[in-house]
């Protein structure tokens, strides 16, 4: 699984070969959420073992 959004085309096939809108949105939101959700996980828990992210110098 890649955490990017499909290009238009793919995402226009799959409104084609599946008949619904939402299976098209769903491939374009879907990504964008897990992806999201990762890199606040990867920050939050690098906060957590005392990595500073926001004050690096």
């Not at 890199?39 to 500073?52: E, K, N, P, S």
Request: charged share 10%.
């Amino acid at each position: 699984m890649i955490l990017i959004i499909p290009c238009i085309a793919t995402v226009m096939a799959t409104k084609t070969e599946t008949h619904r809108a939402g299976w098209a949105l769903f491939s374009v939101l879907y990504p964008v959420v897990l992806s999201s959700l990762v890199a606040v996980l990867v920050f939050q828990l690098g906060r957590l073992f005392g990595f500073d992210f926001l004050n690096y110098k």
